[in-house]
T-cell receptor, first 113, second 110 residues
């Protein structure tokens, strides 16, 4: 069964550093998403991406965040200058064109020290 | 008012028990509804979509009441492997942003 994959599984970085989180969505999916979950809290939407552009973003997704689909398979989330409060699990998700169900990758645990 | 509200639990039930979870949502324009399951420090996994007519998948039954803005999940014959957090999820309009509840924890014991 096709799956969303994410790398790395765990990333430790120092405050102020840039990080790039990588995702490979399911191959025939057209819509891509990033969510995050701070430890002990609920899953929160960050951004959706379709047809090579951002279609919706939340208040969390400020100028420090960017997304890119650099090639036909990868989907990346970049945080330019990490803060302590960026420490969280970051989940990538994707969905087919006509379906509404989103499928999540295993997540990247980001720890900012 | 929270967009999606769930009882956090935990629900501690013996194997074989029937357990029900409820969820309410605030936006009457919400279009699609789901139950996801999340194990500790893992990704949310889609358990089932919830349709207006209700739907069943094996031991799991989901119901939707649009008038009351209420969603439910019933688990029959609980197994140890059902222990997890159950997330009530609502899709808004637009490009299918998902809005998650905080989850209800279920612990099934022998």
């Amino acid at each position: 069964e096709p799956e969303v994959t994410q790398t790395p599984s765990h990333q430790v970085t120092q405050m102020g550093q840039e990080v790039i989180l990588r995702c490979v969505p399911i191959s025939n999916h057209l819509y891509f998403y990033w969510y995050r979950q701070i430890l002990g809290q609920k899953v929160e939407f960050l951004v959706s991406f379709y047809n090579n552009e951002i279609s919706e973003k939340s208040e969390i997704f400020d100028d420090q965040f960017s997304v890119e689909r650099p090639d036909g398979s990868n989907f990346t989330l970049k945080i330019r200058s990490t803060k302590l409060e960026d420490s969280a699990m970051y989940f990538c998700a994707s969905r087919e064109g006509r379906a509404v169900e989103q499928y999540f990758g295993p997540g990247t645990r980001l720890t900012v020290t | 008012r929270k967009e999606v509200e769930q009882d956090p639990g935990p629900f501690n039930v013996p194997e074989g028990a029937t357990v029900a979870f409820n969820c309410t949502y605030s936006n009457s324009a919400s279009q699609s509804f789901f139950w996801y399951r999340q194990d500790c420090r893992k990704e949310p996994k889609l358990l089932m979509s919830v349709y207006s007519s209700g739907n069943e998948d094996g031991r799991f039954t989901a119901q939707l009441n649009r008038a009351s803005q209420y969603i439910s999940l019933l688990i029959r014959d609980s197994k140890l492997s059902d222990s997890a957090t159950y997330l009530c999820v609502v899709k808004g309009g637009g490009y299918n942003k998902l809005i998650f509840g905080a989850g209800t924890r279920l612990a099934v014991h022998p």
